[in-house]
């Protein structure tokens, strides 16, 4: 089936320092694809949606200039944490929808960040 | 886009079926019904989906009611595997493709 792979799948980085998390699609192309954060034993928060070739969209109280996404490729959407401060410790998961119907979306396995 | 609401936790035992509802009034026509799995630190995993009466898969059934007010993922035999955290969401695909999660309910498995 469908694949998305995320990169990496735990980060630490120091207060102040920017992280990259790459999320790409391996066996279908994506013009569209979705950013989540997940704190602990809470559900999914729809970040932004990343389109290819485009300004990205981000869910009200979502800022702009701190999570800054790239979607260069049909294949390929970057989330950067710009500035991470120890808040912004969180489960980054991204996920892509398939060209297939009834098949839902494909997530992928996500990012653990910790910022010390 | 529609609402949902799950019970926040389930506690079964092993081999037995479990049955969690989901209720979404407010579901418009062209909605699907769609159900994933998480496992912690991992995302989210595609169960099943479905748009109206009964669907079965390899790894469950979606029952939904005729007024589609409501639907029921039916685990048949759980095993301690099956310990996770299960979401229904409901949209479709005139939403911008977006899915925004509810709170989910937590099964627990036991032996």
């Known amino acids: 089936g469908a694949v998305v792979s995320q990169h990496p799948s735990r980060v630490i980085c120091k207060s102040g320092t920017s992280v990259k998390i790459e999320c790409r699609s391996l066996d279908f192309q994506a013009t569209t694809m979705f950013w989540y954060r997940q704190f602990p034993k809470q559900s999914l928060m729809l970040m932004a949606t990343s389109n290819e070739g485009s300004k990205a969209t981000y869910e009200q109280g979502v800022e702009k200039d701190k999570f800054l996404i790239n979607h260069a490729s049909l294949t390929l959407s970057t989330l950067t944490v710009t500035s991470a401060h120890p808040e912004d410790s969180s489960f980054y998961i991204c996920?892509?929808?398939?060209?297939?119907?009834?098949?839902?979306?494909?997530f992928g396995s996500g990012t653990r960040l910790t910022v010390v | 886009l529609a609402k949902t609401t799950q019970p926040i936790s389930m506690d079964s035992y092993e081999g037995q079926e479990v049955n969690i509802t989901c209720s979404h009034n407010?579901?418009?026509?062209?909605?699907?019904i769609t159900w994933y799995q998480q496992f912690p630190s991992q995302g989210p995993r595609f169960i099943i989906q479905?748009?109206?009466t009964k669907v079965t898969n390899e790894v469950a059934s979606l029952f939904i009611p005729a007024d589609r007010k409501s639907s029921t993922l039916s685990l048949p035999r759980v095993s301690l595997s099956d310990t996770a955290v299960y979401y229904c969401l409901v949209g479709g695909n005139n939403q911008g493709g977006k899915l925004i999660f509810g709170q989910g309910t937590e099964l627990s498995v036991k032996p």
């Open positions: 479905g748009y109206k």
């Open positions: 996920s892509a929808r398939p060209p297939e119907e009834g098949n839902g979306y494909t």
């Open positions: 407010n579901i418009a026509t062209n909605d699907y």
